[in-house]
């Protein structure tokens, strides 16, 4: 597909294609800016004023491909109510990180812990 070259200014084009993507359905960050070519923070800048201007929305929140605990926002077009972040129990918390204990007490880490800390 071959496509006309751009006379316009960068950011309008930046935002066109945000937009264009958003039209596709839900989309995190990264995602965005992946399909746009700009940084992570730009994209963050740009939906952060939309959700401003109540034209996006966070529909829906997942965890993030590496673990960890902060949530992945993934928004969609429109003005809808923000989808509600799920917050773990007690328990929930408890769990996971008895589990983190659990994977760190291993020979195999155990090892790999002591190698790092020597001196060469």
Do not use: C
């Amino acid at each position: 597909m071959s496509t006309a070259p751009r006379t316009g200014k960068v950011n309008a084009y930046a935002y066109a294609q945000l937009i264009k993507r958003l039209q596709l359905g839900d989309a995190s960050r990264v995602e965005l800016a992946n399909s746009t070519g700009l940084h992570p923070l730009t994209v963050g800048h740009y939906v952060d004023e939309l959700r401003r201007a109540k034209q996006v929305y966070i529909s829906a929140w997942s965890e993030p491909e590496e673990g960890g605990r902060n949530k992945v926002a993934h928004y969609t077009l429109g003005t809808q109510a923000d989808a509600r972040r799920r917050r773990l129990s007690r328990a929930e918390v408890s769990k996971r990180y008895k589990k983190r204990l659990a994977e760190r007490n291993t020979p195999a880490a155990r090892l790999a812990s002591f190698l790092n800390t020597q001196p060469i």
